[in-house]
């Protein structure tokens, strides 16, 4: 592991049965990053951000945070501590207003000025503004990712890892989803992305992992493996 590292996981290894899905994954997030992590439906993309959260209980291996094991923390311990996870689906509060919604992101923290943070963060996300009074339910899609990820940067987490923000969004809405990322990887905000996305995520971010069948098969920059014949004809088909 990387002493310098916000997150490591070492030899992890997680899964829901016998069989474990995650086998001695090593994987290392540095501050500031942008880190992707792509691979095949069923590759073990999702269990992975569970098992970082603490969401599953891995069977081996270490997870450190910050210089700190976590791997056997409960999941709002670990959300303490600075890890934010934006699952897949957008799981936000629908009868909550999105004002609401992002106060809630902060949950995890101690004397926070909502009113000036909020309205700090509707500058990246200006779709949000003008909705902010609305029931989060009632938003797009979208939206709702927006709100989700806006949510998450509420809780000023040391690392935002986000499964699948693209999911089930039109084109020009990935790309404008794909814009915040940008900014925010700009901003010096660590992030862990999983996207099915592959070549827009590869775009994106600084360095990625290839995960197949859960194991890691390569560790590239970002570049790398966007432009390697073998990851391509693997992973990069779709977009
Ligand atoms: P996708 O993009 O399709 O979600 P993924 O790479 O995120 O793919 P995972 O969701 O992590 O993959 O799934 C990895 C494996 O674990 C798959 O074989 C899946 O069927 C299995 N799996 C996922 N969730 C569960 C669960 N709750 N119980 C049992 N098996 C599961």
Do not use: W
């Not at 829901?16 to 095949?40: C, F, N, S, T, W």
């Not at 990246?124 to 939206?143: M, V």
């Not at 809780?155 to 089930?168: C, Q, V, Y």
Request: aromatic share 4%.
């Amino acid at each position: 592991g990387d002493k310098d590292a916000v997150l490591t996981a070492i030899d992890l290894t997680a899964g829901y049965g016998a069989a474990p899905v995650l086998q001695k994954i090593k994987l290392d997030v540095r501050p500031g990053e942008m880190v992707a992590l792509i691979g095949a439906n069923g590759a073990g993309k999702s269990t992975m951000m569970r098992a970082l959260s603490g969401l599953l209980r891995p069977v081996g291996g270490e997870v450190v945070l910050d210089n700190q094991r976590i791997e056997h923390e409960p999941a709002h311990m670990i959300a303490v501590r600075g890890l934010a996870l934006v699952p897949e689906g957008r799981q936000v509060f629908p009868e909550m207003s999105v004002y609401d919604n992002l106060e809630l992101g902060a949950n995890t923290r101690r004397n926070v000025d909502y009113a000036s943070e909020i309205e700090a963060l509707l500058k990246r996300f200006p779709r949000l503004r003008d909705r902010i009074n609305s029931k989060a339910g009632l938003l797009s899609g979208g939206e709702q990712q927006m709100l989700a990820i806006a949510r998450g940067m509420m809780a000023k987490p040391r690392i935002l890892l986000l499964d699948e923000p693209s999911l089930g969004l039109a084109p020009a809405m990935i790309q404008e989803l794909f814009d915040v990322l940008a900014d925010l990887r700009d901003e010096g905000i660590t992030i862990l992305l999983v996207d099915q996305m592959a070549t827009l995520a590869l775009a994106v971010a600084d360095r990625g992992y290839v995960i197949d069948s859960g194991q890691i098969v390569r560790e590239d920059t970002a570049a790398a493996l966007a432009s390697d014949p073998e990851v391509e004809a693997a992973y990069l088909g779709h977009v």
